[in-house]
């Protein structure tokens, strides 16, 4: 089975979609309202899938002091997915380790590599909706004989790294993502091979590119991210076009 680690940051205000709270109609609570949406989604595409799923989350003491809550991340975390799965049974959790995010990533997966000696592991964001038990059993497909396989999205982003076999992970997710990735996995020597591109949701131009795909999975009666596709319509939000110009708007 190939492990699948959702790293994952308490849902708070400021802390996670900063850049979205900024270009969009969202307040800094909304977007940590839809983090935690997509967060509960993600974690219930994994749970669905042939993968086992390990919430990797950011511990209390690796945070600032202006992000400090009133309960500790892990038991913040631990609520939204029990709230998302109806429990945490069939979940692992562990501490993110490391100062960036690259290393965070790398130390997950070469620990779940070389010393649990998994079968392969893959690194996803709670930032992809969309994100389904298709695209990971693919992936995981492909990671039977595949090094690497990534997972492309807008802007030269991943919505999925999986691994077989580990690379040099200092600095691999500098922007593009996908570039260093790719040069990263051909330094080791490892095939690598993709899944479908998705978007993710970081700023005010992604959820403006999600909205209507939501929409219209759900006029169309297609299987939706129920968290986020709640929050969406809850909030009214819509692109709209004025004078041939798109628009991200508020009901």
Do not use: W
């Not at 002091?65 to 959790?93: P, Q, Y």
């Not at 130390?107 to 592991?121: G, P």
């Amino acid at each position: 089975m190939t492990v699948i680690a959702v790293l994952a940051e308490p849902p708070r205000p400021g802390l996670v979609l900063s850049e979205l709270a900024e270009t969009s109609p969202l307040s800094e609570a909304e977007a940590a309202d839809l983090y935690a949406a997509m967060l509960k989604d993600v974690c219930i595409a994994v749970e669905r899938s042939g993968g086992d799923l390990l919430v990797n989350y950011r511990a209390e003491d690796d945070l600032s002091d202006e992000f400090t809550g009133d309960h500790r991340s892990e038991a913040e975390i631990r609520s939204v997915v029990a709230d998302a799965l109806g429990g945490t049974d069939d979940a692992r959790f562990e501490p993110q380790v490391g100062s960036t995010f690259s290393a965070r990533a790398g130390n997950t997966v070469s620990h779940l590599l070389t010393e649990e000696e998994v079968h392969s592991v893959a690194v996803v964001r709670p930032v992809a909706p969309l994100l389904g038990r298709t695209h990971i059993d693919s992936a995981a497909m492909k990671l039977r004989s595949t090094p690497v396989v990534l997972g492309p999205s807008t802007e030269g982003r991943v919505y999925f790294s999986g691994f077989l076999d580990p690379i040099d992970f200092t600095d691999a997710y500098a922007e593009p993502e996908v570039e260093t990735l790719a040069e990263r996995a051909d330094d080791a020597g490892h095939g690598l091979d993709y899944v479908p591109m998705l978007p993710v949701l970081e700023t005010g131009a992604d959820l403006a590119t999600v909205v209507p795909m939501l929409r219209s999975r759900v006029e169309s009666e297609r299987v939706v991210p129920e968290h986020t596709t709640t929050f969406v319509f809850e909030k009214g939000l819509r692109v709209e076009s004025t004078d041939g110009v798109l628009e991200l708007v508020r009901d």
